[in-house]
């Protein structure tokens, strides 16, 4: 009898779904689209979408327009939420690159393709990972100089605490820079619904560390420069599993 059950529990847990294993990789795509071809671009992207569904590829594509910032206009497109170890097995590389050339790289031009690690232990939130995106984002990239990364993050972890503590701010998301650009920088998502998000909850990095000396220090010394820009998402230009 208990051999016939165990039996029945791992057949159905065979029978199950299976879903990619959570992971902390972040990998950003970031494309220039020709003049006056961001139409053409859209259209290829989506047949390019089309390929990775009917190649089954489980991982998940978010697609984002840069909205205002030196990089206005600019497309993202970025798979997260994954191990590092699931671009060794990406589905048919050279097919995705071959399909790519064809109906995406003639209206656009590749501006970056920086590679990120999630720190889940100073963000409030991850809904990119949980493959719950904001209508919009915005996003900071901070420089920081190199050594100062410690100090860096542990007056991270003072923000997230106080974040926490208030009601109705929305997900903070940090990630540290892997490969594919200068060390040592970070990237910050905040989750925004429009603009009235702002009338809710506006706080920068250095009023959430007020009374907090040393954090402030830390925070002082170790940045050497810090962009924002809006990212709006586009779920027309996006594949989520």
Same mark, same amino acid.
């Given at each position: 009898?208990?051999?016939?059950?165990?039996?029945?529990?791992?057949?159905?847990?065979?029978?199950?779904?299976?879903?990619?294993?959570?992971?902390?990789?972040?990998?950003?795509?970031?494309?220039?689209?020709?003049?006056?071809?961001?139409?053409?671009?859209?259209?290829?992207?989506?047949?390019?979408?089309?390929?990775?569904?009917?190649?089954?590829?489980?991982?998940?594509?978010?697609?984002?327009?840069?909205?205002?910032?030196?990089?206005?206009?600019?497309?993202?497109?970025?798979?997260?939420?994954?191990?590092?170890?699931?671009?060794?097995?990406?589905?048919?590389?050279?097919?995705?690159?071959?399909?790519? =050339?064809?109906?995406?790289?003639?209206?656009? !031009?590749?501006?970056?393709?920086?590679?990120?690690?999630?720190?889940?232990?100073?963000? !409030?939130?991850?809904?990119?990972?949980?493959?719950?995106?904001?209508? !919009?984002?915005?996003?900071?990239?901070?420089?920081?100089?190199?050594?100062?990364?410690?100090?860096?993050?542990?007056?991270?972890?003072?923000? =997230?605490?106080?974040?926490?503590?208030?009601?109705?701010?929305?997900?903070? !998301?940090?990630?540290?820079?892997?490969?594919?650009?200068?060390?040592?920088?970070?990237?910050?998502?905040?989750?925004?619904?429009?603009?009235?998000?702002?009338?809710?909850?506006?706080?920068?990095?250095?009023?959430?560390?007020?009374?907090?000396?040393?954090?402030? =220090?830390?925070?002082?010394?170790?940045?050497?420069?810090?962009?924002?820009?809006?990212?709006?998402?586009?779920?027309?230009?996006?594949?989520?599993?």
């Amino acid at each position: 009898m208990i051999h016939r059950r165990f039996a029945f529990l791992l057949a159905l847990g065979l029978a199950l779904p299976v879903h990619a294993a959570s992971g902390d990789a972040a990998h950003f795509y970031v494309y220039r689209m020709q003049s006056g071809a961001a139409e053409k671009f859209e259209a290829g992207y989506r047949k390019h979408l089309d390929w990775h569904r009917a190649h089954r590829d489980p991982l998940s594509w978010y697609g984002w327009t840069i909205e205002d910032g030196e990089r206005s206009g600019d497309f993202v497109d970025a798979s997260v939420g994954e191990p590092f170890a699931a671009f060794d097995r990406r589905v048919d590389v050279a097919g995705d690159g071959a399909d790519f =050339r064809v109906n995406v790289a003639p209206y656009a !031009t590749p501006m970056g393709q920086p590679t990120y690690v999630l720190l889940r232990e100073v963000s !409030t939130g991850t809904p990119l990972e949980n493959l719950k995106p904001s209508a !919009t984002m915005q996003v900071t990239r901070v420089r920081v100089r190199l050594g100062m990364e410690a100090r860096f993050e542990r007056a991270l972890a003072v923000a =997230r605490d106080a974040l926490r503590k208030e009601h109705g701010a929305p997900a903070h !998301t940090w990630y540290r820079l892997v490969t594919g650009g200068e060390s040592a920088q970070y990237m910050l998502l905040v989750a925004r619904d429009g603009w009235a998000a702002y009338d809710r909850h506006e706080r920068s990095l250095g009023s959430l560390l007020a009374g907090d000396e040393a954090a402030q =220090r830390d925070v002082a010394e170790a940045v050497q420069s810090a962009t924002t820009e809006t990212w709006r998402y586009r779920p027309e230009l996006s594949a989520l599993h």
